[in-house]
């Protein structure tokens, strides 16, 4: 069973920088995806970032030019760096892989996310 751990999290203040990073284990079959989504308080979970994989990236519009999407397919890890942090960033994020273990065949795995605050 894959398996998705969260790492990086934690409290900085507005204007800091953050790099969450994503590593799976388990079974790890093509990789479709990889994406980073988060969940405030009160809110539905929404897309952040991510990345194919042919290496388009997608980018919510309240983050573009603020955060980067990177992975390292080799080692199963998916990044991502957050700049020029807000307030509104404030949420748990979970990273996700989408994976293809058949032609047929596609699933997500979640990991179960680490909690990022910015505030002063």
């Known amino acids: 069973q894959v398996q998705l751990v969260e790492s990086g999290g934690g409290l900085v203040q507005p204007g800091g920088s953050l790099r969450l990073s994503c590593a799976a284990s388990?079974?790890?079959?093509?990789?479709?995806?990889m994406g980073w989504y988060r969940q405030a308080l009160g809110k539905e979970r929404e897309l952040v970032a991510a990345?194919?994989?042919?290496?388009?990236?997608h980018y919510a519009d309240s983050v573009k030019g603020r955060f980067t999407i990177s992975r390292d397919y080799a080692e199963n890890t998916v990044y991502l760096q957050m700049n020029s942090l807000k307030s509104e960033d404030t949420a748990v994020y979970y990273c996700k892989f989408n994976l293809r273990p058949t032609a047929s065949s596609v699933m997500d795995y979640w990991g179960k996310g680490t909690l990022v605050t910015v505030s002063s």
């Open positions: 990345i194919t994989d042919s290496g388009i990236r």
């Open positions: 388990g079974r790890i079959f093509s990789v479709n995806a």
